[in-house]
């Protein structure tokens, strides 16, 4: 087997165990409210990647965390990742009717649902990280807690989902587009991967050495995204393509050209790889998740 | 001084202190993203009563809790008992135009803002929560956070507001709207009361006395709201009026008559009281609290 294909094989195996986690901490309720929940599990189990809950995962696996914990912390930040979604689809913000090949959450529900919807996963989220079932240190639940909320809140995604929204105005170049996604995606792609450190009780340098790591590869997988969005068709992508020169936004391509962006995730890649030194061949996947991020067609 | 006017006194006392420390808690940032950050300051510097703040450091008082401590929780429940007010104005929910007096936040800025301003409001809660600064106990900080994400979520003020928004179907009763009530709204009152035996190390006997308190004069101050509704004008109460009955919705007025509304909240008033018997004389101001909820015209 190839390296490569042990990472796909890796991230194939974990989201399945997330998928089988996230079924777990989102049962159906009885009663009228039961609707938000419904509505909820629907943007949650819908087998995506699970990009966020492998980073979490095999980040841990490297300090020899129990996957009993890792796997939960990776469903929290994949359905911090899924409210995101949930509420970048709505008519005032993006306006997307598809996702993953599927109705969008407010097309399959109605709006007022995929808002409540939204906010329960953001919320539900801090439910699992401050669980003693996460981990039995309550200091360890409470930083962990304290990362996911940063990384997800004004100085990060949503941060970076105000600058997008803006981006048409701004004339963003290559630095300032790579902030934005830095806030928009790479914090929360970064979490998984810090969480993990702090999850094996290691000191702050390995928790920002595992956060650059996950900082550079989230925006190799961003620019990966653009490059897509001009070569990739819907059918490979799940999604609309052609949209965002549609829409006249700066992206990498359009301010790299496509060779350009290709280059800069590459050597993004290879940055990121730079930061798993001290841990050896244990980070094997990790390695070959940010070629793939780098590289990636869907 | 009387009982209700020294209420009244700590209220406005304990809100100017809140103000002051949401005002630091939530700074102006430079950048693109700035804008979502002024969302977030609009909606939270805007004046409330501040009553779960109030909960929260009276509560804290009863168990010798340091202010620098209740005042961050307080807070942190008021964020998002903010960020849950610009969701329900949006116009796919409520649409509100006027909150307090002062347009929506939506109106203010745009739909896509106000949705991210009251994500990152939810989100900068939980960061408040698990910093060091609000307990220097993790495992008390994690049981915070459990706390709070569990009032705010689907199994309390989301499964509130699902309901709410499928009342007009649901021909609820008294008991029915009552739940719809201790969901919606009881739950992030009751919160307040339950950290502040958290943040004083109690049993979880004595959390759920606080609660039970907290629920009940939660459950008589929404039913003055209803009351209000009836009776108030949009002067007194800085919102429109008479829209419940416009909206066909059920109330516990349309429910029990006016008079049978008001009985129904003073007796609340009394069971929440009831909750308090242990803490004498220390309890004084949530006792009037209880009775300004049951009674209130604003």
Redesign the interface.
């Not at 009717?97 to 919807?117: C, M, N, Q, S, Y």
């Not at 329960?120 to 309550?138: N, Q």
């Given at each position: 087997m190839t390296n490569t294909s042990a990472f796909k094989s890796a991230l194939a195996s974990i989201a399945g165990e997330t998928n089988a986690v996230l079924d777990r901490l989102l049962p159906p309720?009885p009663?009228?409210?039961g609707?938000?929940?419904e509505a909820?599990r629907y943007a949650a189990l819908d087998g995506g990647k699970r990009l966020r809950p492998f980073l979490a995962v095999a980040s841990s696996d490297l300090f020899g965390v129990p996957r009993a914990h890792s796997l939960r912390v990776g469903a929290a930040i994949e359905m911090v990742h899924c409210?995101s979604l949930v509420?970048d689809d709505?008519p005032?913000?993006d306006d997307d009717d598809l996702r993953r090949g599927r109705p969008t959450v407010h097309k399959a529900f109605?709006?007022?649902?995929a808002?409540?919807a939204?906010?329960?996963l953001?919320?539900?989220a801090?439910?699992v990280?401050?669980?003693p079932e996460t981990h039995p240190?309550?200091?360890?639940?409470?930083?962990l807690?304290?990362e996911?909320?940063?990384a997800?809140?004004?100085?990060g995604m949503?941060?970076?989902?105000?600058?997008d929204?803006?981006a048409g105005g701004?004339a963003l170049d290559a630095s300032g587009l790579a902030r934005l996604q830095n806030?928009k995606t790479g914090c929360l792609i970064a979490i998984g991967c810090r969480a993990g450190a702090v999850l094996g009780g290691q000191s702050a340098a390995v928790v920002e050495e595992m956060g650059a790591y996950g900082l550079k590869m989230g925006l190799a997988f961003q620019i990966a995204d653009d490059v897509m969005d001009v070569e990739g068709s819907a059918a490979e992508t799940g999604k609309a393509t052609g949209k965002d020169a549609a829409a006249g936004k700066a992206t990498f391509v359009s301010r790299l050209g496509l060779e350009g962006a290709k280059n800069y995730a590459r050597s993004l890649a290879d940055e990121a790889v730079s930061h798993l030194g001290a841990f050896g061949e244990k980070a094997g996947l990790l390695r070959e998740a940010a070629v793939f991020s780098a590289t990636r067609r869907s």
């Amino acid at each position: 087997m190839t390296n490569t294909s042990a990472f796909k094989s890796a991230l194939a195996s974990i989201a399945g165990e997330t998928n089988a986690v996230l079924d777990r901490l989102l049962p159906p309720v009885p009663g009228p409210e039961g609707r938000v929940v419904e509505a909820m599990r629907y943007a949650a189990l819908d087998g995506g990647k699970r990009l966020r809950p492998f980073l979490a995962v095999a980040s841990s696996d490297l300090f020899g965390v129990p996957r009993a914990h890792s796997l939960r912390v990776g469903a929290a930040i994949e359905m911090v990742h899924c409210y995101s979604l949930v509420h970048d689809d709505l008519p005032a913000m993006d306006d997307d009717d598809l996702r993953r090949g599927r109705p969008t959450v407010h097309k399959a529900f109605d709006e007022a649902t995929a808002i409540l919807a939204g906010d329960a996963l953001l919320t539900e989220a801090f439910t699992v990280l401050s669980a003693p079932e996460t981990h039995p240190d309550g200091n360890v639940r409470a930083a962990l807690v304290a990362e996911l909320a940063r990384a997800a809140g004004a100085a990060g995604m949503v941060g970076g989902q105000m600058i997008d929204l803006r981006a048409g105005g701004l004339a963003l170049d290559a630095s300032g587009l790579a902030r934005l996604q830095n806030l928009k995606t790479g914090c929360l792609i970064a979490i998984g991967c810090r969480a993990g450190a702090v999850l094996g009780g290691q000191s702050a340098a390995v928790v920002e050495e595992m956060g650059a790591y996950g900082l550079k590869m989230g925006l190799a997988f961003q620019i990966a995204d653009d490059v897509m969005d001009v070569e990739g068709s819907a059918a490979e992508t799940g999604k609309a393509t052609g949209k965002d020169a549609a829409a006249g936004k700066a992206t990498f391509v359009s301010r790299l050209g496509l060779e350009g962006a290709k280059n800069y995730a590459r050597s993004l890649a290879d940055e990121a790889v730079s930061h798993l030194g001290a841990f050896g061949e244990k980070a094997g996947l990790l390695r070959e998740a940010a070629v793939f991020s780098a590289t990636r067609r869907s």
